[in-house]
């Protein structure tokens, strides 16, 4: 494990302070800002996925975003500010998986008031928006929701990094967004992940000008890892969002601009979506599992479906089955598909009463273990999920407050259009509902009517950062990227942690399955020993092979001990100081 690179950083603050020094803040701000030099991919020097800290921690799936994190850590800020910061800078270096024009869940833990705290600030349907507005001559068309204007939701990342930063931030939003601003005026260094999702997405990109200014070159191939990209309208927008950015984006500038071109290209959201959009403070849910407290975002979340998961292996005696062994491997597939079963009941609470309670009471978790043990014939098959949008980032800091937050634009560039003046890329968030009963989305996961597009309505979300504590204090915090496939990793490296005791690094890269129900097919990383795929095999078990299963971040914390893991399956990195 490699000692956090933090410690390398060499200040030019002094400099800064000479050049900019008008007000404090201000200097302040792009003394931060400045501190993120962009990294090169093509040296030999590729950044760390694991480290340790005594101070704090910070993981993001962007190196960059990790380290603008740590600057604001070690200029104060808590684990909020410092967690909005690395949300604005992963927006801008990992444009494909999230950003302005998206929206996520935010779980936070405040050590002095010793409380947990949800925020879902998860985009929302149009209100113009109708259960049936994807069928075309009587039949669904799917990709309407997928690519293009009419899989646009109203975008809530804004709002939600504003009523986090107000409610528990010690800085101005000009200060957490500086280093943002800088890697996207300056620009940043394309990762191998980047550059691999602009090769596969540029046929779509051409046709989107503002995307392809930004993401091709003026010949229109693809830029490379190792390519300097700049976003200077992306730089603009959040310089001009100032210190008060919900006025801009939800009722000012951003959003006429948002709006013009919505109705220049037939989209829905309108200024008034916009101007009533309102991130919702939820209260967070919470399972045991063994001797921790397992806390979760609420549905829209599937928090859910991982805490009825994990109670349904509690007494499970792991440990002695050994960590991806092939009967530890059989019970998860089971239990993993009876939990995808009871996801089908979640939905937005404001529009279906999600019995969220009643799903993680001790009678329903023992009945799902019990389906689990006697499980029955499984739905029929599909093809299964795989893709890369996403990003989640954890932030543990000294006085021992934990932000575990994922946010998205849902696919690869989302909807593959941009407001180029704007340098946002709009969200395909629609898509995570259900546009007809049965008709499977993105990620093969099968719509029921809970989940029916309604105006207003927030579509369920397989998101689902987590915090765990025992004895009433925080020992690790983990989320991922890549769909569903988010639920059944978080669960993978929370047991990893917590049943087999594995270190961050060491938990986060073993190799992961994935069982959702429905495709009848269990999805195995190619890394899974070939014996152990056999073995599962003969149990009748149907595989899939893939190169690799989303990506999951993880932190454990102990006093003066923060260790913290990004996946390599991805990349990004893992700061402490
Ligand atoms: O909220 C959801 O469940 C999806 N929009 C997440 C999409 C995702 O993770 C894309 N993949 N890596």
């Known amino acids: 494990m490699a000692v956090s690179k933090a410690l390398m950083l060499i200040p030019r603050r002094t400099q800064l302070f000479a050049a900019y020094g008008r007000t404090l803040i201000v200097a302040l701000a792009i003394a931060i800002a400045m501190l993120v030099a962009p990294r090169s991919y093509a040296d030999s020097a590729a950044p760390e996925t694991s480290a340790v800290g005594v101070h704090g921690m910070v993981v993001s799936e962007s190196d960059d975003a990790a380290h603008a994190g740590v600057e604001i850590l070690k200029h104060g800020g808590n684990a909020v500010d410092a967690a909005l910061a690395t949300e604005l800078a992963v927006g801008v270096t990992n444009p494909a998986a999230c950003g302005i024009g998206g929206g996520g869940f935010m779980l936070i833990y405040m050590a002095k008031a010793h409380h947990f705290y949800a925020l879902d600030y998860r985009e929302t349907a149009p209100l113009m928006a109708r259960p049936d507005m994807y069928m075309r001559n009587g039949k669904p068309d799917e990709d309407l929701a997928r690519d293009g204007i009419l899989g646009v939701g109203v975008p809530g990342e804004i709002a939600g990094i504003d009523a986090a930063l107000r409610r528990f931030g010690t800085m101005k939003f000009q200060q957490i967004a500086a280093p943002a601003e800088k890697l996207a005026a300056d620009g940043y260094v394309a990762s191998p992940h980047l550059a691999k999702e602009i090769e596969m997405l540029a046929p779509k990109l051409k046709l989107d000008p503002g995307l392809a200014q930004v993401f091709l070159k003026p010949d229109g191939s693809a830029h490379n890892a190792g390519d300097t990209i700049v976003a200077k309208n992306l730089a603009a927008t959040l310089k001009g969002l100032g210190d008060n950015p919900v006025a801009s984006f939800y009722h000012g500038e951003v959003a006429a601009a948002l709006v013009e071109f919505m109705k220049a290209h037939g989209g829905l959201v309108s200024a008034a979506d916009l101007a009533n959009y309102r991130p919702d403070w939820r209260d967070p849910i919470h399972h045991r599992y063994e001797d921790y407290d397992v806390y979760a975002m609420p549905p829209p979340s599937s928090g859910g479906v991982v805490l009825e998961m994990l109670g349904a ?61 006697h499980p029955k014939k499984s739905p029929p098959p599909a093809a299964a999920a795989h893709d890369h949008g996403t990003t989640n980032l954890l932030v543990a800091d000294k006085d021992g407050n934990v932000v575990a937050l994922t946010t998205t634009i849902n696919t690869v560039f989302g909807a593959k259009m941009s ?71 978080v669960l993978q490296v929370t047991l990893n942690i917590l049943a087999f005791h594995l270190d961050a690094g060491s938990a986060v890269a073993e190799p992961r399955i994935h069982e959702q129900a429905a495709p009848d097919v269990v999805i195995v990383e190619q890394a899974m020993p070939a014996a152990t795929r056999s073995a599962l095999e003969q149990m009748g078990y149907k595989l899939r092979v893939v190169p690799e299963l989303g990506a999951v971040g993880a932190i454990t914390i102990a006093p003066a001990n923060f260790r913290g893991a990004a996946d390599a399956r991805k990349g990004g990195g893992a700061v402490g100081y």
């Open 419 to 489: 407001v180029p003046a704007l340098g946002l890329i709009l969200n395909d968030e629609m898509d995570d509902f259900a546009v007809a009963p049965g008709v499977p989305n993105a990620y093969h996961l099968e719509g029921e009517r809970a989940n029916e597009v309604r105006g207003g309505k927030r579509p369920l979300s397989s998101m689902t950062p987590i915090i765990v504590t025992k004895n009433g204090a925080p020992v690790m915090t983990t989320g991922g990227s890549g769909g569903p496939t988010i639920i059944s990793g």
């Open 313 to 373: 292996l509690d007494s499970g005696h792991l440990a002695g089955l050994g960590v991806n062994s092939p009967p530890y491997l059989a019970r998860l597939i089971e239990v993993m598909r009876q939990g995808f079963i009871d996801r089908e009941q979640y939905a937005d609470p404001a529009f279906v009463g999600v019995q969220i309670q009643k799903l993680l009471t001790d009678d329903n978790i023992q009945q799902l273990r019990e389906r689990a043990l």
